[in-house]
């Protein structure tokens, strides 16, 4: 049995079969190699794109899936181990994980860091707890890592400029109202140095850099592949001569819990928004990100309007890839 828990944990062979496997099921949408097969799918947090592209994923695979939220429309869950559990959760985790296991064929997850102590959070807890007490493939559906949103990112940067080695991609911080998860800017770096894309991460302030666990893997994985990891805070030097812009926005992790403070650094960094004088010192890059977005705070309207603007292939991309994984997981049989 094989979990989705991050890239890190698959070959790049592995994953490209995903992909490939992908771009045939997105020629054959519809079939039925999951037949009476069931996943359960838990969000401890909002989403629009990941639900709805699971939910329809296992639809046209002949699957079913049932969408849980803890604490909301099922029993809030307890993850830490040897808790006395007089607080909020009803469950723990080990019977969740448990039951869901008897009833389903697959698990996914979706529970974002709590922003308040990143050495607990870093460690990605919740998911280890669940992949620990399941007995079926569990899927990250976004913790501090969002493997389902790189699939999608590679499938749409492989559509549209080719073999991704040797590449310029380009990862940059946009300001926002309020410091977000690193989830997608710490999948970028691996699925883009996974892939042997020569990246620059164009961040404002060294308080920006990811945690070293992931610019380690990004800078391991690049060597392995044959590209490279750069750091700037210049950003005409970034985006010059880029093949792939890839933008987010991530709170600084220095002042993680300490959202007031963090403001007044990222305050004068609004100019990082993507627009159209960037873009045209690129190599006609493509421009992508993965949604939510809001406009004219990290894109203009005239770059998410423009053709070059991908977004949109990116999020149809994800129903693609994810019933790849799911025809992987589950040991279906489908074109590929
Ligand atoms: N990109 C992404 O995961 O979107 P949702 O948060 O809407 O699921």
Known sequence: MRHFLSTQDWSRADLQSLLDRAAKLRDTPIGEPLKGRTIALLFLNPSMRTRTSFEIGAFQLGAHAVILEPGKAAWGIEFEPGVVMDGEAEEHIAEVAGV???YCDAIGLRAFPLFKDWSIDRQDRVIKALAEHASVPVINMETIVHPCQELALMRTLQDHIGQPDGRKFVLTWTWHPRPLNTAVANSALLIASKFGLNITMLIPDDAYLLDEKFMDAAHYQAEDAGGSVETTTDIESAYTGADFVYAKSWGALPFYGRPEAEAKLREPYRHFMVDEQKMALTNQARFSHCLPL??????????????YCVALDEAENRLHVQKALLVELLGGSSPG
């Open 100 to 102: 869901l296991s008897r």
């Open 294 to 307: 809001r406009r004219n705070i990290k894109a203009t309207d005239a770059v998410m309007n423009a053709d």
